[in-house]
């Protein structure tokens, strides 16, 4: 089993920036791909950012170059750095982590609401 508490989440003004952090405890496999997710009210959830164990990251279009994921690998905490923020990125945002040689075990956080007034 493995655990994801997220923290960080909160309201800002249009044009702010907030820092995510989600927290991996449990059984983690040195093999695994850690992003982040939201959700917007009606909407589907969505992907937001991914980083490998190896450091790859990957980004949805319209986060691009204005958020950016990177990890701690001594801590297990991944973090999402959120600029420039509109209030199109209100959501609640999900920690998500895949697990096991074939990423296979699949585990999410509990959410954190970001709010971003205009």
């Known amino acids: 089993q493995v655990q994801l508490v997220e923290s960080g989440g909160g309201l800002v003004q249009a044009g702010g920036s907030l820092r995510l952090s989600c927290a991996a405890s449990g059984a983690i496999f040195s093999r695994n791909v850690m992003g982040w997710y939201r959700q917007a009210p009606g909407k589907q959830r969505e992907l937001v950012a991914t980083?490998?164990?190896?450091?790859?990251?990957n980004y949805a279009d319209s986060v691009k170059g204005r958020f950016t994921i990177s990890r701690d690998t001594a801590r297990n905490t991944v973090y999402l750095q959120m600029n420039s923020l509109t209030p199109e990125d209100t959501a609640v945002y999900y920690c998500?982590?895949?697990?096991?040689?074939?990423?296979?075990?699949?585990?999410w956080g509990q959410g954190t609401q970001v709010t971003v007034s205009s």
């Open positions: 980083i490998t164990s190896g450091g790859t990251t």
């Open positions: 998500n982590g895949k697990f096991g040689d074939y990423l296979s075990l699949n585990y």
